[in-house]
């Protein structure tokens, strides 16, 4: 699986308890489903899915005859992969690429959940696969984050558009998008300010931004992704809501994976957001991101 590096820590932690449960196994019955329930709620899948879960394996299980330990396993997985894709049937998640001209991405989230190192490892990425990359340093706030993303820019040899501290993010989102279109280039990844003030200034922030950007680029931004930091649990989600109510968000990154045992907020996300999640963070280097595959990602849990 391509999660074998980053996801130790919530294969022993939601995948563990899964498999203790398995292990454990010796029929089906009411309290098998209990535990079940408790392992998914611990695992951060949140209340209402983690009983989602349950009720319908009940069923299927049912359905199917499943007695065995093997037999109950795959119920178990099927359905989880199930309930994930059901949910996000209308959404992409891939990325929305322009059809012509630049691809204008915009990044949002709070600080600290990973937005600059997330960009960094996308224009890496992007740049492997032939794509001419520009980064803008649009979050000018945050000491220190223009010269984060000069520095990933200089390791990836990607060039950043930037302008002094505390400036007007709007005049870096201009300049960055003219340069783009006149120079050709296939993406720009917008580094946003994660102030979570109050949900009016947020949106007025972004609105304002993306206004800039669909001024010069009328279909764009094409995607809006907002990064979110998994080891945060349900605050997480809280900060997903706020932002969903600012401005249209197209995907999310989930980052730190590799540092929580409780991966059930993927499914949480998908349930309580219906947000498809792009990219999941799987450590600090440059090559830990990996699109997000649920199947792989659920089986990943049972190795
Ligand atoms: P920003 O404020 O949202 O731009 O966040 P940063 O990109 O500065 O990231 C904050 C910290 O999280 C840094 O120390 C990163 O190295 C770390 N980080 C980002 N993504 C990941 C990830 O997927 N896994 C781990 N373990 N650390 C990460």
Redesign the pocket.
Same mark, same amino acid.
């Given at each position: 699986s391509k999660y074998e590096k $980053?996801l130790e820590k919530t294969r022993t932690g939601f995948g563990a308890r899964l498999n203790a449960l398995l292990a454990n196994f010796r029929h089906v019955d009411e309290e098998f489903f209990e535990n079940l329930e408790e392992a998914l709620i611990e695992s951060d899948v949140g209340f209402e899915m983690a009983v989602s879960i349950s009720d319908q394996l009940r069923e299927e299980v049912k359905l199917q005859n499943a007695k065995s330990k093997q037999d109950v396993t795959n119920v178990i997985i099927e359905k989880m992969v199930d309930l994930y894709e059901q949910q996000g049937k209308d959404e992409h998640t891939e990325i929305n690429f322009a059809k012509s001209g630049p691809t204008i991405i915009l990044?949002v989230?709070?600080? $600290?959940?990973?937005?600059? !190192? !997330?960009?960094?490892?996308m224009a890496a990425m992007y740049q492997k696969q032939g794509k001419k990359v520009l980064l803008a340093a649009a979050?000018t706030f945050?000491a220190g984050?223009i010269q984060? /993303?000069q520095v990933w820019g200089k390791r990836d040899n990607v060039p950043v558009v930037a302008g002094p501290e505390k400036s007007d993010p709007a005049a870096v989102v201009f300049d960055a998008v003219s340069k783009a279109k006149k120079e050709n280039y296939d993406v720009l990844f917008v580094?946003t300010a994660?102030r979570l003030q109050n949900k009016v200034n947020l949106m007025n922030e972004l609105e304002k931004m993306k206004r800039i950007i669909s001024r010069e680029i009328p279909d764009a931004p094409h995607e809006v992704l907002l990064?979110l930091?998994?080891t945060t649990g349900q605050n997480a989600l809280s900060q997903a809501k706020l932002f969903k109510e600012s401005t249209d968000v197209t995907g999310i990154v989930l980052?730190?994976?590799? $540092?929580t045992a409780r991966g059930g907020i993927v499914l949480a996300i998908r349930n309580e957001l219906h947000l498809p999640v792009k990219y999941?963070?799987? $450590?600090?280097q440059v090559d830990? /991101?990996q699109a997000f595959d649920a199947s792989e990602f659920v089986y990943g849990l049972f190795k």
């Amino acid at each position: 699986s391509k999660y074998e590096k $980053g996801l130790e820590k919530t294969r022993t932690g939601f995948g563990a308890r899964l498999n203790a449960l398995l292990a454990n196994f010796r029929h089906v019955d009411e309290e098998f489903f209990e535990n079940l329930e408790e392992a998914l709620i611990e695992s951060d899948v949140g209340f209402e899915m983690a009983v989602s879960i349950s009720d319908q394996l009940r069923e299927e299980v049912k359905l199917q005859n499943a007695k065995s330990k093997q037999d109950v396993t795959n119920v178990i997985i099927e359905k989880m992969v199930d309930l994930y894709e059901q949910q996000g049937k209308d959404e992409h998640t891939e990325i929305n690429f322009a059809k012509s001209g630049p691809t204008i991405i915009l990044f949002v989230g709070v600080n $600290g959940v990973g937005k600059t !190192t !997330t960009i960094g490892k996308m224009a890496a990425m992007y740049q492997k696969q032939g794509k001419k990359v520009l980064l803008a340093a649009a979050d000018t706030f945050r000491a220190g984050a223009i010269q984060q /993303l000069q520095v990933w820019g200089k390791r990836d040899n990607v060039p950043v558009v930037a302008g002094p501290e505390k400036s007007d993010p709007a005049a870096v989102v201009f300049d960055a998008v003219s340069k783009a279109k006149k120079e050709n280039y296939d993406v720009l990844f917008v580094d946003t300010a994660g102030r979570l003030q109050n949900k009016v200034n947020l949106m007025n922030e972004l609105e304002k931004m993306k206004r800039i950007i669909s001024r010069e680029i009328p279909d764009a931004p094409h995607e809006v992704l907002l990064v979110l930091d998994s080891t945060t649990g349900q605050n997480a989600l809280s900060q997903a809501k706020l932002f969903k109510e600012s401005t249209d968000v197209t995907g999310i990154v989930l980052t730190k994976l590799d $540092g929580t045992a409780r991966g059930g907020i993927v499914l949480a996300i998908r349930n309580e957001l219906h947000l498809p999640v792009k990219y999941v963070g799987l $450590g600090e280097q440059v090559d830990d /991101l990996q699109a997000f595959d649920a199947s792989e990602f659920v089986y990943g849990l049972f190795k």
